[in-house]
DNA sequence: TTTCGATGTCAACGCTTGTTGGCCTACAGT
DNA sequence: ACTGTAGGCCAACAAGCGTTGACATCGAAA
């Protein structure tokens, strides 16, 4: 029941290659900039190939923007590590996958994308937090919260790579916005 | 020596109408797909008119992206509000300009975009909190950890939108988003 | 060996884009 | 009243875009 598709196809190499070539030219240039000429050119294959497999540049965005941030699972975590664990994680998860920095820039200009966004946080992060902190603060503000200062720290370091924020190591990013996750995740507001 | 074209011309209403709804355009739709042609239409002139005022569409951008932070004399300010300060400030700077979101969001597509929010940053956000903190952080760092929860705000909660950070008041944010700019610029991090 | 669907190429379509140059019009200086 | 210039519009350009359909080729089933 795992594989619907039993035997592969001859064609699934060059799908396989469509979605690597268009990662690299979303997370490179954003929805509107990166053409489908220029990822077939990557892929070395002819533009109207892109279409019959994925229909359309949308649905070419779509297939290529799947992503999986992987959550460990944070009830194992030592609940004053779990600043820590997020932002290593999701540093480890960035640096390993174009996808989520494909994903970042298109969101600034196509609505699908910033809907993907919107999905991805509201599944995964928002889930995977649910249950830590008490008090006035809803579950989904904290998430909320998080995810602003993850996708700020994504934002000025992979995409507009702001000097100061690229030069830093990733533990000495660690150790700064780690006890800032803990307390968007456990503690309170001030006043 | 404060006015150097000392008597206005008859065009400047042109010019102004112009750069209004080119920050519209940019900040609603980013760089590429805020077309010269709409700018024009929204300022009820010929698109022809903006090549001749701003020369090209990087140089009308150009234009309509200065922006000024404003940021206050943080030296007059008791340096433990520090960060309730600074994003009390940003708030209203976004919410009344949206200049910084077009930006912004040009910023993620647009090399010259980007380069224009390093220097924004650098120029403003950096010598404004010189001078803070002590340690093994460099002042640079601790602008850039700030810089990155702040755009990361902004990020979630005027492009992306994302339902729980756009929920939350002003009030709501400083409360929570305050005391991690004020250890980003006097505190240090763990370890 | 023939057949037929899957795989891939080629050329073109209709459209939009930034940009340009020519032309008309109104108004300020004489 | 005349004239020069600044302000504005119109039409068109070359280039690039996503997308389409017709045609070639390969590989496995018959």
């Known amino acids: 029941m795992t594989d619907t598709a039993p035997r592969a196809r001859r064609s699934d190499a060059t799908r396989a290659a469509i979605l690597r070539a ?13 053409t489908i000429r220029a990822i077939a050119a990557d892929a070395r294959i002819d533009p109207s190939m892109v279409m019959r497999y994925y229909g359309s540049k949308e649905g070419l965005f779509a297939a290529a923007a799947e992503f999986d941030l992987r ?24 640096e390993g996958d174009e996808t989520l920095a494909a994903l970042l820039r298109a969101a600034s200009t196509n609505a ?9 946080f509201a599944n995964q992060l928002a889930t ?44 000495d990013l660690v150790d700064w916005v780690a006890p800032t996750l803990q307390r968007y995740l456990t503690g309170r507001p001030s006043r």
Chains 1, 2 share one sequence.
């Open 22 to 34: 268009a990662r690299e030219r979303f997370a490179a240039d954003g929805y509107e900039r990166a």
């Open 112 to 120: 699908g994308a910033a809907e993907r966004m919107r999905l991805l």
């Open 128 to 171: 995977a937090v649910a249950g830590f902190g008490t008090g006035p603060a809803s579950t989904a503000h904290r998430a909320g919260l998080v995810a602003s200062q993850i996708l700020g720290l994504a934002f000025t370091r992979y995409i507009v790579r702001l000097p100061p924020v690229v030069e830093m190591t990733p533990e």
């Open 71 to 94: 959550l460990p699972d944070l009830a194992a975590v030592p609940p004053d590590r779990l600043g820590e664990t997020l932002v290593r994680h999701f540093l480890a998860r960035w």
